[in-house]
């Protein structure tokens, strides 16, 4: 149950309990939509891209606590960050998530160091970031319906 | 629960810790274990008689040969085929359904023809024919489910409209792997055939779960896999009436299923050679036939007793979760050996996990059954799918672990 | 010969009398045999590890995952691919070509277009070009084979005016089965290439016989049986190049594949997985990763030292019979681990059954390769195909056999 | 060696070295041509059918001593004998072949009892039968190399 209790740490009950950012953000100009086609978890992120900067980022989908926790956490985190910055802290993330190492001056995101001990659930805690960066990269889109797969 | 003995010692893999905790193996839907002899008749092949069949004369050759065709006819007479040629070798359920989609669509599917099939199929049993009618221009049409939690099958009544003689082919799956529910399938195959339709069971999860006659049924296909009924992975079986074989063209082509070739075009053998190109899965396809005297040494239709008590039993004590949403049919009504289950707010991965943890190996997710899915308002849900080793106490165990998740998420 | 280590007590299966001798195993090129580590894999996975891949989260689902995509990583460092994800798991070589034939002839080619191939491909590697050019229009052309006993090997003068910039595909054999000649696989890829072709490189006969890199030859797929590798039955991978792979639509469809269906379509994962339709053969694709370990503790560049000493040993002793006639490569050229030939008056198939009464395995017949035996004026030839645990002794009693079935039909 | 001594019995050996009728009939009316795509074996058997009665008869083809002594052996058999007596007789060979038994009437065709020890060579010995019988059941068609696969 010590792995377990890793896993399921208080930060990411909490977020998956009470999910922050989540819906459509209607001044979206950027969406993507991530899938676990293993899992069948989902996820749409929206993002208001001013310039470089992430003024305004929702989350919307559904999925396991890992995944929703952490594309809860990930709003909380990308708001306000250049796209550089977004980047650069997904690699952070990337490298909690897959080596369990925490490092000293990462605070929330570190709760996300118990998954390296669960392989297959690497994919759940890192699908929002992925469709995040997505949207990040992509062409601006509307962020209607229509722009992304059900 | 009928008294029934226990098989688990046939099967080493069962005994095992996992987590620390004695291995409670309820992912049979996905696939089943494999008994000692089973194991056995694959050593035994590669450490006495492995070779390559047909072409061959020395004596491992026709030991091989012997040793494959036999499991062939062991096979016609599992399912009740009246030829062991209409028994053709694939890797499992979801190439024979592609075999015939291909083969057959190819050859006799048109604009203007529907192909039926149902809103509870497997991916593997649905993508094929929405290929199939892509390529021809057919209309793919699904018998709805009824009810919210899909607990009143297949819609019968809408039947009598949807089974028009456009109706070319109608593929269905003999017991749902995400409900339990059990189809009529015998009545399906009688209704489609008064319209000339062509008949295809998808038996993935009735293959050794229960007697199975395809002479009865009435199907002109039958697909299953063998690691779903104690046999190994990589080996499956189309079954195809023999009359419509002969009509069909080969699907892969290459060594061992040509009469004559020439730097200019080729002539066929006949079924089943014509549709098995290329070495087949010897070892594999002696095993399950090993597979198929396990399962009637034990009994086919005790076995679905045994099924169907361990169902009962589980939706029974499951009933008693607070919150649970239970899929497919209701208690008291024919159901398989597995139940398929949600609960608001804790996600079937997370329930995976958990039970893990205490040694239960269940499967969470959409079972390859999207569209279903979305139609009950699911993304996924968590199943308990049971086999002959299962024990009444293994539901218990189940039952226990989600009320210890239930009590963390509730926190 | 080189001195070598006899590994005869890795391989169960030759330790066993034949008609009361002991057994001379010389039918390599149609199936090898399995060591012990190979058969225990297996054994260990369905007694350890047993379940079904991807889906599951619970502990043998982990472990069954973690084997089988570890096989394909293995594979891939056995052929160096640049990518596990360039590795689809298949039934054997056959359906690997298919495969390509369909998926890719499908997508690219047309009236007008050539298909290349050569004379001496197996049926394998011709029936599935033959039904692309069909389908598609496009004409199969064949690069000549030259000697009245196909001992000129290839005609790579001819090469020059057949490889047109119409060529859409060249598909040909590293090594023949029927002559044991080694084709220069790279230069082949690399004048595919200069006129914009795709290369299809048929690996049946050269996998496991001696370093094989995908990359250094160049081409852009590659096919090979795991059961002439030391691997089991039933499995088999096809080698493609990611950027083609990515491009090409699927050939089978259903469960594991796929992203999202509905009830209207369906869109696809990336390979491999898009090439993956249902439950794969996951314990023949890890005891396949087994037999890779096993080889290459070997040693494959000995192994194909070894080979090519016992044929050229079998080429001089074979030489000293009356009448008889060897095909292929001459003494002194370079030439695989198998020996074809045939004698004025007695038939293949009498050969081979004398020789199997002193137990000695051998093939006869057309070798999938029909086209080739009429072209040599040949209905079938003999085969003796020599693998690692083979030894000069094993090929003084061929030789001793043949001399006593000689005397026989001399009467 | 006792078996291998039994299958190749003398008879055998003196029709394979020496096939009777062999080649093509001039004066056929009908013809079948029968492959073991096993093996390779090929038989091509040509007829000259006066109204039920086979009043000629060769074979043509390649393949192991087995399939070539047994069809030359055929013809022999088969000359004067009607469809009825032609069917009849295969019947008899088919029984020996399978179960090694030789009744005690038929002389050369016995021969053949040493197969059933080797299944595989089954089809080898009724190739040529099977290619005569097709032939007597077929349409009349003229003797050209055009009616029948190479
Ligand atoms: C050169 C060659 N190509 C293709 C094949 C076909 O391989 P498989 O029968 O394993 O599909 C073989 C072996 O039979 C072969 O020798
Ligand atoms: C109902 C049903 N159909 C088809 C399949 C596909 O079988 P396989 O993956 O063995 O090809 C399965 C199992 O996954 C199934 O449960």
Known sequence: MSDLADLYQQVILDHNRRPRNRGRLPTANRVAHGDNPTCGDQCSVYLQLDGDRISGITFDGSGCAISQASASLMTVQLKGKTAAEAENLFGVFHEIVTTGKEPEEISDIGAFAGVHAFPARIKCATLGWHAALNALKGDPVPATTETYKD | ?411
Chains 1, 4 share one sequence.
């Not at chain 2, 089974?163 to 399906?188: C, D, M, Q, R, W």
Request: include cysteine; charged fraction near 20%.
């Open chain 2, 1 to 411: 629960m009928p008294s029934w003995p226990n098989f688990r010692a046939d099967f080493p893999v069962l005994h095992q810790q996992v987590n620390g905790k004695p291995l409670v193996y309820l992912d049979n839907g996905a696939t089943t274990q494999k008994p000692r002899r089973v194991i056995d008749a694959l050593v035994r092949y590669y450490e006495r008689d492995n070779s390559n069949v047909h072409r061959g004369l020395h004596a491992l050759s026709m030991r091989a040969t012997d040793g494959y065709e036999g499991a062939r006819a062991r096979i016609a007479r599992f399912i009740n085929a009246a030829d062991p040629a209409e028994i053709i070798f694939t890797r499992g359920t979801t190439e024979s359904i592609n075999l015939v989609a291909r083969s057959w669509g190819h050859a006799h599917l048109k604009p203007g023809d529907v192909v039926l099939t149902t809103e509870m199929e497997h991916h593997s049993n649905l993508v094929p024919w929405q290929q199939a009618a892509k390529a021809s221009g057919a209309t793919l049409k699904y018998v709805p489910v009824l009810g919210a939690d899909a607990e009143g099958g297949l819609d019968l009544a809408a039947l009598d409209a949807l089974l028009t003689p456009a109706v070319k082919l109608f593929a269905f799956t003999h017991i749902s792997n995400t409900l339990g529910a059990i189809n009529p399938a015998t009545e399906l195959c009688r209704r489609a055939r008064a319209v000339g339709a062509v008949t295809v069971i998808d038996a993935a999860q009735s293959i050794g779960h229960a007697p199975l006659d395809v002479q009865a049924l009435g199907c002109d296909f039958l697909a299953f896999s063998g690691h779903k009924m104690c046999g190994p992975t990589g080996i499956g079986v189309l079954y195809g009436r023999r009359a419509l074989l002969d009509q069909l063209a080969p699907d892969e082509t290459g060594g061992g299923m040509v009469v004559s070739v020439t730097y200019e075009g080729a002539t066929w053998k006949p079924a089943p050679e014509r549709f098995e190109a290329g070495t087949p899965n010897v070892a594999d396809a002696i095993a399950l036939g090993a597979a198929c005297d396990y399962l009637d040494a034990l009994g086919r239709d005790q076995i679905a007793a045994h099924d169907a008590a361990l169902s009962g039993l589980a939706m029974e004590k499951l009933s008693t979760l607070p919150g649970i949403r239970i899929i497919g049919p209701r208690v008291g009504t024919p159901r398989s050996g597995l139940v398929s289950f949600a609960f608001e707010g804790v996600h079937a991965h997370d329930i995976v996990t958990f039970a893990d943890e205490d040694g239960v190996a269940l499967r969470g997710g959409h079972h390859c059954n999207q569209p279903l899915m979305r139609k009950l308002g699911l993304t996924s849900t968590t199943r308990a799918s049971f086999y002959l080793y299962n024990t009444p106490e293994e539901i218990d165990t189940l039952v226990a672990s989600l009320r210890r998740i239930l009590k963390f998420f509730a926190g």
